[in-house]
């Protein structure tokens, strides 16, 4: 039976990284689906939306790096060594799923732009902000 700290401690991240698998799936169906739904978009939003795409993809690979870093290849350790360090693998996976947050962010911003009548003091809150999440990695 597994110790009650080490359950407590990896489970809820494993459950985590699971429904973040599942998510993934979903927003590979739904590029798939923009892409056969909307042949005629201009190449400049087809671009960042296979950016997100990219670097989503990024995200879930060192999510599952990192998992198994801890989880498979360090289930011997009894020291903190393994977790202490902030390895490759969540920096690049912290990175990305912060510069996807500011992409999905400054897209809808343009929407904002475009639906609000070129709203400057509502578009600009929108990108200060997420530039403001970005420099700040919130």
Same mark, same amino acid.
């Given at each position: 039976? @597994?110790?009650?700290? =080490?359950?407590?401690?990896?489970?809820? +991240?494993?459950? +985590? $990284?699971?429904? +973040?698998?599942?998510?993934? /799936?979903?927003?590979?169906?739904?590029?798939?689906?923009?892409?056969?739904?909307?042949?005629?978009?201009?190449?400049? $939003?087809?671009?960042?939306? !296979?950016? *997100?795409?990219?670097?989503?993809? $990024? %995200? =879930?690979?060192?999510?599952?790096?990192?998992?198994?870093?801890?989880?498979?290849? /360090?289930?011997?350790? @009894?020291?903190?060594?393994?977790?202490?360090?902030?390895?490759?693998?969540?920096?690049? %996976?912290? /990175?990305?799923?912060? *510069? *996807?947050?500011?992409?999905?962010?400054?897209?809808?911003?343009?929407? $904002?732009?475009?639906?609000? +009548?070129?709203?400057?003091?509502?578009? /600009?809150?929108?990108?200060?902000?997420? =530039? !403001?999440?970005?420099? =700040?990695?919130?």
């Amino acid at each position: 039976m @597994t110790d009650v700290s =080490t359950a407590l401690k990896w489970g809820p +991240g494993f459950v +985590g $990284i699971s429904i +973040g698998l599942v998510m993934y /799936g979903v927003s590979v169906c739904q590029y798939l689906f923009y892409i056969m739904a909307f042949p005629r978009d201009r190449r400049l $939003i087809k671009c960042v939306v !296979l950016l *997100v795409l990219v670097l989503d993809t $990024i %995200n =879930t690979v060192t999510s599952l790096s990192f998992c198994c870093r801890t989880l498979v290849l /360090g289930r011997w350790t @009894t020291t903190y060594a393994c977790v202490l360090q902030l390895s490759w693998d969540l920096s690049t %996976n912290l /990175g990305s799923r912060f *510069v *996807v947050s500011f992409l999905v962010q400054c897209f809808y911003a343009h929407r $904002i732009w475009m639906i609000c +009548g070129r709203s400057k003091l509502l578009t /600009g809150t929108v990108v200060c902000s997420s =530039t !403001l999440a970005l420099r =700040t990695w919130i």
